[in-house]
C-alpha cells in the first residue's frame, strides 16, 4: 500500500491543522499510526488507529487536543490537531500495517508502510 500524508502548514500556537493520509489500499485492513519527528530528535508516536473496530491510541502530550479518525470509504485516515503548541513543530509521518499488535502499536518498526512526510511548524 501507498500512503500520501499532506496537510502540514505553518500555524500559530492555539491554532488547529487537520492532516490527511490517502491510501492506495484499503485502510479498514490496516492498523494506521501517525508519527513525529522534530529536528535533532527521534521519530516519536503520536496517534493510531487499529484496524476497524481496533480502537484509537495516544501519545499523552497529545491525548485532548489530537484526534484520529479514518474514512473507510475513502481509504484516507486523519488527525485533526486542535490548541497547537511550538512543541508540536515536527515532520508529521503517517504509517501503516497489517500486522500491528495492540502491544506494538506504538513503534514504528511495528508497521511496514510509511508516507512522505508534512510538515508542521507552530509558531509561539
Known amino acids: 500500500v501507498q500512503l500520501q500524508a499532506f496537510g502540514g502548514g505553518l500555524v500559530q500556537a492555539g491554532g488547529s491543522l487537520r492532516l490527511s493520509c490517502a491510501a492506495s489500499?484499503?485502510?479498514?485492513?490496516?492498523?494506521v499510526g501517525w508519527f513525529r519527528q522534530a529536528p535533532g530528535k527521534e521519530r516519536e508516536f503520536v496517534a493510531a488507529?487499529?484496524?476497524?473496530?481496533?480502537?484509537?491510541t495516544y501519545r499523552d502530550s497529545v491525548r485532548g487536543r489530537f484526534t484520529i479518525s479514518r474514512d473507510n470509504a475513502k481509504n484516507t485516515v486523519y488527525l485533526q490537531m486542535n490548541s497547537l503548541k511550538p512543541e508540536d513543530t515536527a515532520v508529521y509521518y503517517c504509517?501503516?500495517?497489517?500486522?500491528?499488535?495492540?502491544?506494538?502499536?506504538?513503534?514504528?518498526?511495528?508497521?511496514?508502510?510509511w508516507g512522505q512526510g508534512t510538515l508542521v511548524t507552530v509558531s509561539s
Open positions: 504509517a501503516a500495517g497489517n500486522r500491528v499488535i495492540l502491544s506494538s502499536i506504538m513503534n514504528p518498526s511495528a508497521y511496514s508502510y
Open positions: 488507529s487499529g484496524r476497524s473496530g481496533g480502537g484509537t
Open positions: 489500499g484499503r485502510t479498514a485492513m490496516y492498523a
